[in-house]
């Protein structure tokens, strides 16, 4: 259990600013997703087929900005707390003489590793589709893909590593004082340490979007809304516990069917 340590106070018009740029960001990649499913609905049912071909270059960068936007709309959020924190300890630098980074470097550098993910999960999505294993929407054709999915990410929620990165990423103060970097360098640094505490949390979580639609905006909503109250909620991580064992039994469930 992290040590508890008092993080500094922010002030408002600074929460107010923090806020708005990260719901800007979020809106902007929401809206990108929303309109990119949309066309996907729209596409002529013969292009839908020929999807299943082999991926072009330029098929593999428009997945790639999807999932970069998916991304960046589904786990921006999640970087509120510690971004606030970072702010207030910034403008306390400043008024003391010590400027220090602005905030949007520390969100780049958290963003930057969702970028990463990015690219893997598009590889992911090429292999599955070139394996004729998921539908032109995106989602699992198969039973038995699906039920691993949620067994992995159920068992996921139950180990010491998703417990360890939660960990990090519930407690901004104590972040801050064991990974505190100065400089411009040392705010994307810490961003990107933020980030990858983060991905360790959710990466199984997102071969969920497989389960239920790539392209299911209720679907992504739900997950992000569930990454999102596990980190912030007083009972955050037994929740998750307990939304784990439900997804080991609802996979169980799916193989035994």
Do not use: N
Request: hydrophobic share 55%; with cysteine; glycine share 8%.
């Amino acid at each position: 259990m992290a040590t508890a340590i008092s993080p500094p106070r922010v002030r408002p018009r600074d929460r107010a600013a923090i806020l708005t740029g990260l719901g800007v960001v979020t809106t902007v990649a929401w809206l990108y997703v929303v309109l990119d499913a949309s066309r996907m609905s729209h596409m002529p049912a013969m292009d839908v087929m020929m999807q299943a071909r082999p991926w072009t270059a330029t098929e593999f960068g428009f997945r790639l900005a999807m999932w970069a936007a998916m991304m960046v709309a589904m786990m921006t959020p999640t970087a509120a707390p510690m971004t606030l924190v970072y702010a207030a300890v910034a403008r306390k630098a400043s008024d003391q003489g010590r400027p220090l980074a602005p905030a949007f470097v520390f969100v780049a550098g958290y963003v930057a590793v969702w970028a990463l993910f990015s690219v893997a999960a598009t590889a992911a999505q090429q292999s599955l589709d070139q394996l004729a294993l998921l539908s032109p929407t995106m989602v699992s054709k198969s039973p038995l893909l699906g039920s691993a999915l949620l067994i992995a990410a159920g068992v996921y929620q139950l180990t010491p590593v998703k417990r360890a990165c939660l960990e990090h990423c519930r407690a901004p103060a104590h972040f801050f004082a064991q990974h505190w970097r100065a400089g411009f360098g040392g705010a994307f640094r810490m961003g990107s340490r933020l980030g990858a505490y983060c991905l360790g949390c959710c990466w199984v979580l997102m071969g969920l979007l497989f389960v239920g639609g790539v392209m299911s905006l209720l679907w992504i909503a739900a997950i992000a809304t569930f990454v999102l109250l596990e980190k912030i909620i007083p009972f955050g991580e037994v929740g998750g516990r307990i939304v784990g064992v439900i997804m080991i039994l609802i996979g169980i469930v799916g193989l035994a069917i």
